[in-house]
Protein backbone atom coordinates (compact mmCIF):
# COMPACT_ATOMS: atom_id res chain seq x y z
CA UNK A 1 0.00 0.00 0.00
CA UNK A 2 1.60 3.39 -1.20
CA UNK A 3 1.83 5.65 2.15
CA UNK A 4 -0.45 8.37 0.10
CA UNK A 5 -2.73 7.70 -2.73
CA UNK A 6 -4.34 9.90 -5.40
CA UNK A 7 -6.52 9.10 -8.18
CA UNK A 8 -3.76 10.12 -11.24
CA UNK A 9 -6.73 11.06 -13.08
CA UNK A 10 -7.26 12.85 -15.30
CA UNK A 11 -10.14 14.65 -14.01
CA UNK A 12 -12.31 16.91 -15.99
CA UNK A 13 -14.61 19.84 -14.59
CA UNK A 14 -16.83 22.04 -16.52
CA UNK A 15 -15.99 25.90 -16.24
CA UNK A 16 -17.81 27.22 -12.89
CA UNK A 17 -18.67 23.53 -11.28
CA UNK A 18 -17.39 22.08 -8.71
CA UNK A 19 -13.94 20.11 -8.51
CA UNK A 20 -13.36 17.56 -6.02
CA UNK A 21 -9.98 15.76 -5.61
CA UNK A 22 -9.35 13.04 -2.89
CA UNK A 23 -6.45 11.75 -1.12
CA UNK A 24 -5.77 8.81 1.62
CA UNK A 25 -2.78 8.22 4.03
CA UNK A 26 -1.87 5.05 5.65
CA UNK A 27 0.13 6.59 8.69
CA UNK A 28 -2.78 6.86 11.04
CA UNK A 29 -0.59 8.94 13.16
CA UNK A 30 0.08 11.67 10.65
CA UNK A 31 0.43 15.54 11.77
CA UNK A 32 -0.03 17.67 8.96
CA UNK A 33 -1.71 17.93 5.62
CA UNK A 34 -0.74 19.84 2.48
CA UNK A 35 -2.55 20.67 -1.09
CA UNK A 36 0.17 21.70 -3.70
CA UNK A 37 -0.04 22.82 -6.77
CA UNK A 38 1.80 22.30 -9.94
CA UNK A 39 1.47 23.27 -13.47
CA UNK A 40 3.24 21.76 -16.12
CA UNK A 41 7.01 22.06 -16.24
CA UNK A 42 6.86 24.25 -13.17
CA UNK A 43 7.67 23.57 -9.36
CA UNK A 44 4.90 22.63 -6.72
CA UNK A 45 3.33 25.81 -4.72
CA UNK A 46 1.39 25.41 -1.60
CA UNK A 47 -2.55 25.95 -1.84
CA UNK A 48 -3.47 24.44 1.41
CA UNK A 49 -2.82 22.96 4.73
CA UNK A 50 -4.76 21.32 7.18
CA UNK A 51 -3.72 19.97 10.67
CA UNK A 52 -6.87 19.52 12.45
CA UNK A 53 -10.15 17.22 11.47
CA UNK A 54 -12.74 19.40 9.90
CA UNK A 55 -12.78 22.06 7.13
CA UNK A 56 -10.62 24.78 5.77
CA UNK A 57 -11.58 27.61 3.57
CA UNK A 58 -9.55 29.86 1.80
CA UNK A 59 -11.17 31.43 -1.23
CA UNK A 60 -12.66 29.06 -3.67
CA UNK A 61 -10.61 26.15 -1.68
CA UNK A 62 -11.64 24.26 1.03
CA UNK A 63 -9.52 21.69 2.30
CA UNK A 64 -10.83 18.51 4.31
CA UNK A 65 -9.49 15.82 6.77
CA UNK A 66 -11.24 12.94 8.54
CA UNK A 67 -8.03 11.36 10.52
CA UNK A 68 -10.75 8.32 11.68
CA UNK A 69 -11.15 7.80 7.66
CA UNK A 70 -7.55 8.84 6.69
CA UNK A 71 -8.84 10.71 3.69
CA UNK A 72 -7.81 14.22 2.86
CA UNK A 73 -10.06 16.01 0.07
CA UNK A 74 -9.47 19.57 -1.90
CA UNK A 75 -12.83 21.22 -3.07
CA UNK A 76 -12.72 23.73 -5.74
CA UNK A 77 -15.25 25.56 -6.24
CA UNK A 78 -16.50 28.10 -9.18
CA UNK A 79 -13.28 26.19 -11.12
CA UNK A 80 -11.87 28.75 -13.93
CA UNK A 81 -9.19 27.17 -16.59
CA UNK A 82 -6.46 28.98 -15.04
CA UNK A 83 -6.59 25.88 -12.56
CA UNK A 84 -5.50 22.78 -14.61
CA UNK A 85 -2.69 21.83 -13.13
CA UNK A 86 -1.43 18.43 -11.42
CA UNK A 87 -2.98 18.69 -7.27
CA UNK A 88 -0.33 16.92 -5.06
CA UNK A 89 -1.45 15.86 -2.09
CA UNK A 90 1.40 15.56 0.39
CA UNK A 91 1.48 14.34 4.21
CA UNK A 92 4.44 14.72 7.23
CA UNK A 93 4.21 12.00 9.28
CA UNK A 94 4.34 11.94 12.89
CA UNK A 95 7.48 11.99 15.07
CA UNK A 96 10.26 9.76 14.01
CA UNK A 97 8.91 10.02 10.40
CA UNK A 98 8.38 14.22 9.92
CA UNK A 99 8.96 14.12 5.92
CA UNK A 100 6.68 15.34 3.66
CA UNK A 101 5.31 12.57 1.62
CA UNK A 102 3.90 13.12 -1.36
CA UNK A 103 1.03 11.18 -3.83
CA UNK A 104 1.58 10.86 -7.56
CA UNK A 105 -0.93 13.75 -7.90
CA UNK A 106 -4.14 14.29 -9.78
CA UNK A 107 -3.89 15.81 -13.32
CA UNK A 108 -7.00 18.25 -13.23
CA UNK A 109 -8.66 20.08 -16.89
CA UNK A 110 -10.97 22.80 -16.75
CA UNK A 111 -13.03 22.63 -19.71
CA UNK A 112 -13.77 25.84 -20.74
CA UNK B 1 11.52 38.72 -0.10
CA UNK B 2 13.28 36.64 -2.48
CA UNK B 3 12.26 32.89 -3.02
CA UNK B 4 14.13 29.57 -2.74
CA UNK B 5 17.05 29.49 -6.07
CA UNK B 6 18.41 26.70 -7.61
CA UNK B 7 21.23 26.14 -9.67
CA UNK B 8 22.31 25.42 -12.28
CA UNK B 9 18.54 25.40 -14.20
CA UNK B 10 19.18 22.43 -16.37
CA UNK B 11 22.28 19.82 -16.80
CA UNK B 12 23.55 17.30 -18.93
CA UNK B 13 26.17 14.44 -17.61
CA UNK B 14 26.75 11.37 -19.12
CA UNK B 15 26.55 7.71 -17.04
CA UNK B 16 29.28 7.51 -14.63
CA UNK B 17 29.86 11.56 -13.77
CA UNK B 18 29.09 12.80 -10.81
CA UNK B 19 27.48 16.35 -10.03
CA UNK B 20 26.37 18.77 -7.61
CA UNK B 21 23.48 20.91 -6.72
CA UNK B 22 22.96 24.17 -5.57
CA UNK B 23 19.98 25.01 -3.85
CA UNK B 24 19.74 28.37 -1.77
CA UNK B 25 16.22 29.07 0.83
CA UNK B 26 14.33 31.90 1.92
CA UNK B 27 16.09 34.39 3.70
CA UNK B 28 15.78 32.83 7.76
CA UNK B 29 14.59 29.45 6.41
CA UNK B 30 16.73 27.10 8.26
CA UNK B 31 15.34 24.02 6.88
CA UNK B 32 16.36 22.49 3.35
CA UNK B 33 14.68 19.28 1.93
CA UNK B 34 15.29 17.75 -1.32
CA UNK B 35 13.12 15.71 -3.80
CA UNK B 36 13.26 14.02 -6.64
CA UNK B 37 10.40 14.20 -9.19
CA UNK B 38 9.84 11.33 -12.46
CA UNK B 39 6.93 10.79 -14.25
CA UNK B 40 6.96 7.36 -13.02
CA UNK B 41 7.54 8.02 -9.37
CA UNK B 42 6.13 11.07 -8.53
CA UNK B 43 7.83 13.46 -6.05
CA UNK B 44 10.34 11.26 -3.64
CA UNK B 45 12.20 12.63 -0.73
CA UNK B 46 15.60 12.64 -0.99
CA UNK B 47 16.38 14.32 2.59
CA UNK B 48 16.08 17.69 4.71
CA UNK B 49 18.76 19.57 6.47
CA UNK B 50 18.03 21.56 9.52
CA UNK B 51 21.11 23.70 11.14
CA UNK B 52 23.92 21.96 9.10
CA UNK B 53 22.36 18.72 10.66
CA UNK B 54 21.07 15.91 8.35
CA UNK B 55 17.85 15.17 9.98
CA UNK B 56 15.85 12.52 7.83
CA UNK B 57 16.67 10.68 4.64
CA UNK B 58 14.65 9.22 2.07
CA UNK B 59 15.09 5.69 0.39
CA UNK B 60 17.72 6.50 -2.09
CA UNK B 61 21.30 4.52 -2.54
CA UNK B 62 24.60 6.20 -0.75
CA UNK B 63 25.24 7.33 -4.25
CA UNK B 64 23.01 10.90 -3.09
CA UNK B 65 24.03 12.94 -0.92
CA UNK B 66 23.89 16.25 1.08
CA UNK B 67 25.28 18.88 3.15
CA UNK B 68 23.78 22.11 4.30
CA UNK B 69 26.11 25.15 5.16
CA UNK B 70 26.58 27.61 8.11
CA UNK B 71 24.45 30.25 5.79
CA UNK B 72 21.71 27.49 5.06
CA UNK B 73 22.28 27.35 1.34
CA UNK B 74 22.41 23.57 0.69
CA UNK B 75 23.87 21.18 -2.08
CA UNK B 76 23.20 17.59 -3.09
CA UNK B 77 25.65 15.51 -4.49
CA UNK B 78 25.42 12.46 -6.60
CA UNK B 79 27.98 10.15 -7.22
CA UNK B 80 28.45 7.31 -10.36
CA UNK B 81 25.35 8.93 -12.34
CA UNK B 82 22.94 6.18 -13.87
CA UNK B 83 20.42 6.73 -16.86
CA UNK B 84 17.64 6.40 -13.96
CA UNK B 85 19.09 9.64 -11.90
CA UNK B 86 17.79 11.86 -15.05
CA UNK B 87 14.64 13.96 -13.22
CA UNK B 88 13.87 16.95 -11.72
CA UNK B 89 15.49 17.79 -8.68
CA UNK B 90 13.54 19.85 -6.15
CA UNK B 91 14.74 21.86 -3.01
CA UNK B 92 12.19 23.67 -0.86
CA UNK B 93 12.95 25.32 2.11
CA UNK B 94 11.35 26.13 5.66
CA UNK B 95 11.48 28.01 8.80
CA UNK B 96 11.35 24.65 10.80
CA UNK B 97 12.05 21.46 10.30
CA UNK B 98 9.05 19.62 8.56
CA UNK B 99 6.13 19.71 10.70
CA UNK B 100 3.24 22.18 10.57
CA UNK B 101 6.06 24.80 8.80
CA UNK B 102 4.75 25.12 5.26
CA UNK B 103 7.93 24.08 2.33
CA UNK B 104 8.13 26.38 0.11
CA UNK B 105 9.85 25.05 -3.57
CA UNK B 106 12.30 26.55 -5.57
CA UNK B 107 11.99 26.04 -9.24
CA UNK B 108 14.29 22.48 -9.67
CA UNK B 109 17.30 21.69 -11.43
CA UNK B 110 16.14 19.14 -14.53
CA UNK B 111 18.91 16.59 -15.09
CA UNK B 112 19.71 14.79 -18.06
CA UNK B 113 21.78 11.88 -17.51
CA UNK B 114 22.83 10.55 -21.16
Known amino acids: QKEVEQNSGPLSVPEGAIASLNCTYSDRVSQSFFWYRQYSGKSPELIMS????GDKEDGRFTAQLNKASQYVSLLIRDSQPSDSATYLC????????????FGTGTRLTIIP | KAGVTQTPRYLIKTRGQQVTLSCSPI?????VSWYQQTPGQGLQFLFE???????NKGNFPGRFSGRQFSNSRSEMNVSTLELGDSALYLCASSLAPTGQETQYFGPGTRLLVL
Open chain 2, 49 to 55: YFSETQR
Open chain 2, 27 to 31: SGHRS
Open chain 1, 50 to 53: IYSN
Open chain 1, 90 to 101: AVVGNFGNEKLT
